[in-house]
């Protein structure tokens, strides 16, 4: 900081400031305000909350949409990096401009256009109707809005990263005689798993977290189809403020949580992960 | 970042493979396992994003032309669409301006507890955008802790078209600063001590030195903070007031329209949404793509 190029020790100390009261404004306050109205009405209060039945279901099915979809998009993901980052072909770009499409949607529009295929006046609704298999307005519409909202993630992660680890390793496993899921498995496997990780660390806190798309689909069936963003929601318009804001504490605790392993991951292993500080 | 496409990563089988026979399909590799992982990413893709994105086009299309002007030019539409353009466009500006210069403080100074704020600069990514809605309408609100302090002035943010800003800003502000702080860690000390060197005030070498090669990477968090915004829905709805007309985001009368089995009404919102956000989209990446030919040619 001694350069002929900086700024002045009271410059310096006013951009700090300005940006620290900016983001003490804007980010921490809101996360602080959680936790202080979900406590408003005592610690007792917060837990009966919590153990009412239709919270539990509420973060019961919350875990069964992340335990299907996080898995989903690791298949996917790891499928998708092989094809694109091992291989060349034509279309590539096009390829992986589609599978980041999900996230210029609106999340709105990623839960409409699965109305609009499973709905009941949708492409599939009176075929469904017949076959009484209901998707809109059940667990199966939560499950395929969450993938969709979250199919970028693992994939986009993992493709630059292989991509700039090239495939010399795999070639040599190969030469001395393993098998391809071998290969796949001991030594491509191995090189991406800090970033694989890291791409289920963030699918998996949006998709426990997904509010719009899954709000469009879900019908708000207290007890059957009410994820905890859908509950803090139903509470909040019954104006049981404490007791939305004790189950957005969950969520706040679990972005916290993330934040705290992300952080160790670009810290720790950051030369293993392609997309630290890049999104 | 896409390192493996350039040819000193590729096997030199590979590139005379192609050179040889000008192959531009699925070329020669002794890895397996092409078929098998196209074939997956493929169907996956085709099943969860190509066709329901289809349905949306094919709705829309099957509106039928005066159907479609009627829904998407009623004052309602307008108006919705009106507050999510502008709403966005404004959060996205001040997120432009705090987030150049959240980077910048990040990037190029130290100071105590610097890496905790760098990573809650993440936190609007990772917190829920329902619980963001609630916690920032509580914060606003008239009784709020920030809501309070500006009442007395007759300042009113949650509830008015205001509160959409707000909540929008909030959502945004990573894009911009994880886009433009990377250039500020990068970019040479020597250029800036050459500024000063030559007679430039350290104000003067912010602004024609340093912001100017930060410029791509501002109009690229601006352009992500901006679409992210003008979809954005969770966040907004509690903080919104959401009266028609005054305070209704275009996301939120898509969703009225669907508790009201409205389908094509649903549908012409949503394609006039991915319409405009793709008609700005295009003319950043053409502008960013203007200004990269321009200085080739200097």
């Given amino acids: ?279 | 970042m896409t390192d493996a496409n350039s040819p000193a990563n590729a096997l030199p089988v590979h590139a005379a493979v192609r050179d040889a026979k000008g192959f531009t399909g699925p070329i020669f590799s002794v890895l397996p396992g092409f078929r098998l992982a196209m074939g997956v990413t493929l169907l996956a893709l085709g099943l969860v994003v190509a066709l329901p994105l289809t349905a949306l086009v094919l709705k829309a299309a099957g509106v039928g032309p005066l159907a479609f002007w009627e829904i998407a030019s009623s004052p309602r539409t307008l108006a919705a669409l009106r507050l999510s353009f502008g709403a966005a466009l404004a959060a996205a500006l001040i997120n432009v301006v705090f987030g150049t210069l959240i980077a910048w403080v990040l990037a190029r100074y130290e100071f105590p507890g610097r890496r905790v704020i760098d990573a809650l600069v993440d936190l609007p990514f990772a917190l829920p955008t329902a619980v963001a809605g609630i916690a920032l309408s509580a914060l606003y609100a008239e009784n709020g802790w920030i809501g309070g302090l500006l009442a007395p002035f007759g300042i009113k943010i949650a509830y008015t078209p205001l509160g959409v800003v707000i909540a929008l800003a909030f959502i945004g502000l990573p894009f911009v600063v994880r886009a433009v702080q990377p250039v500020f860690e990068e970019l040479e000390r020597d250029v800036e001590e050459a500024a000063v060197l030559l007679g430039a005030g350290r104000l003067r070498t912010a602004f024609r030195v340093i912001l100017p090669a930060a410029l791509p990477a501002v109009v690229t968090g601006f352009s992500l903070a901006l679409a992210r915004a003008i979809g954005e829905y969770g966040s907004v709805i509690f903080i919104a007031g959401n009266l028609p007309m005054i305070s209704e985001i275009a996301p939120l009368l898509i969703v009225i329209k669907l508790e009201a089995f409205d389908y094509a009404g649903a549908t012409v919102v949503a394609t006039m949404m991915l319409g405009l956000s793709f008609l700005i989209l295009l003319g950043v990446n053409a502008a960013l793509a203007m200004r990269q030919r321009r200085f080739a040619r200097v």
């Fill in chain 1, 1 to 279: 900081m001694s350069s002929v190029a900086s700024e002045t020790k009271f410059v310096r100390g006013l951009l700090i400031g300005v940006a620290l009261i900016f983001l003490a404004l804007f980010v921490v306050a809101p996360l602080g305000v959680v936790f202080v109205e979900a406590l408003r009405k005592g610690v007792g209060f917060f837990v009966e909350t919590l153990r009412e039945p239709d919270a539990q279901a509420a973060v019961q099915l919350t875990v069964l949409v992340a335990a299907i979809a996080v898995p989903v998009n690791i298949v996917i993901g790891l499928a998708a990096a092989w094809a694109i980052a091992k291989f060349e072909f034509k279309g590539k770009a096009a390829l992986i401009t589609l599978l980041d499409l999900p996230f210029s949607v609106s999340p709105v529009v990623s839960g409409l256009i699965y109305v609009l295929l499973f709905g009941a006046q949708g492409w599939f609704g009176t075929w469904l109707k017949d076959y009484n298999v209901q998707i809109i307005f059940a667990v199966p519409g939560i499950v395929l809005a969450t993938i969709f909202v979250t199919f970028p993630f693992v994939a986009r992660e993992l493709i630059p990263l292989m991509q700039a680890q090239g495939s010399v390793e795999e070639e040599a496993a190969l030469m001395l005689g393993a098998s391809g899921w071998r290969t796949f498995f001991t030594v491509t496997l191995p090189n991406v798993k800090w970033g694989l990780l890291y791409g289920v660390l963030l699918c998996n806190a949006r998709a426990m977290g997904e509010f719009g798309a899954v709000s469009v689909v879900s019908g708000h069936i207290r007890g059957m189809t009410d994820t905890i963003p859908l509950h803090v929601e139903i509470l909040y318009n019954e104006y049981n403020y404490a007791g939305a804001f004790a189950m957005a504490s969950l969520l706040a605790g679990l972005a916290l949580v993330t934040l705290i392993l992300k952080t160790f991951l670009e810290w720790r292993h950051g030369d293993q992960l392609a997309a630290a500080k890049r999104h």
